[in-house]
């Protein structure tokens, strides 16, 4: 094993125990008020250190979503070996890039070399497959898309997530926000990418996936950056010195919580763009 040292910043809900200032702030969703506390130590953290908390908050968003579809009697496919839509375009952000790579490097050698080498091959297969493609190649040449252009140009790559192997995710428990928030209703038959109708996508208001893009934008003084997973560990390399900026805890927490309470309002607007590739 690799080490790695895990320094707790957050220790997340308020349900664990209390070791730091608590942060507490409300979301309405689907009708339902949730409250969050959150447990922030005064210390500084890196964008990384708050996923797992964003996950966590996903994660209540996304049942407090489901409770409300099924009460009214409407079936959601969505389950864990489901896995028609992982061959979706997977954009994810900055902080859970670096995320992730904490998370392969904390694992075996082996285990690490491969999740590695399977995004590598991934995204070498894509600038292959883009390069045979006029189509494809004169998209990725220009720069930036809507997020249903680049997911069509994606579609039209028919490329499987490196990070399925045998039907079920490697890295199901630390899957990205995308995949969290990808919801739908009816058959899982309509996620099948030669299926004559597409599925209902059940529309997320407040993105967890965009208030972290977002929250990363605001600390670090950049666009709102979305990278696309196979690329994740190649761009990652390039922007290392940037995996280890810190801010204090508190300020991330506060910032993050403010960016959810705008999606909250019916006015905020989505402000994730995608590049078109990785250039
Ligand atoms: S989005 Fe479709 S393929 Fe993915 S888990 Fe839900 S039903 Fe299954
Ligand atoms: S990360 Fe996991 S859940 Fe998400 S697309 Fe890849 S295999 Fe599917």
């Not at 890295?171 to 990418?193: F, M, N, W």
Request: proline share 4%; hydrophobic share 40%; net charge positive.
């Amino acid at each position: 094993m690799r080490s790695r040292q895990v320094i707790k910043l957050f220790n997340a809900f308020h349900q664990e125990p209390y070791k730091g200032e608590l942060f507490q702030f409300e979301l309405e969703i689907s009708g339902r008020v949730l409250d969050f506390s959150i447990n922030v130590i005064s210390e500084e953290a890196t964008l990384s250190d708050i996923v797992p908390i964003a996950r966590k908050i996903s994660s209540k968003m996304a049942n407090a979503i489901l409770q409300g579809i099924k009460e009214k009697g409407i079936n959601v496919p969505c389950r864990k070996g489901c896995c028609s839509c992982c061959s979706s375009l997977i954009p994810m952000s900055v902080p859970e890039v670096f995320r992730m790579r904490e998370e392969f490097m904390a694992k075996s050698n082996k285990t690490s070399n491969r999740l590695l080498r399977r995004c590598i091959k991934s995204a070498v297969r894509i600038l292959e497959k883009t390069e045979y493609s006029e189509y494809l190649k004169d998209f990725a040449k220009l720069g930036k898309r809507s997020v249903g252009q680049v997911n069509k140009w994606y579609g039209e790559l028919k490329q499987v997530c490196p990070l399925l192997s045998g039907g079920l995710c490697m890295l199901y428990e630390q899957r990205p926000i995308a995949c969290r928030e990808h919801i739908v209703t009816g058959s899982s038959d309509s996620c099948k990418q030669d299926h004559l109708c597409r599925p209902n996508v059940v529309p997320i208001k407040v993105s967890v996936l965009e208030a972290l893009g977002e929250l990363a934008s605001e600390l670090e003084g950049t666009e709102v950056e979305a990278i696309m997973l196979p690329f994740s560990q190649a761009w990652v390399q390039d922007n290392l010195w940037r995996a280890e900026r810190k801010w204090s805890a508190m300020e991330m927490v506060r910032l993050f919580a403010e960016i959810l309470k705008q999606k909250e309002s019916a006015t905020a607007k989505p402000r994730l763009e995608l590049a078109a590739a990785y250039a």
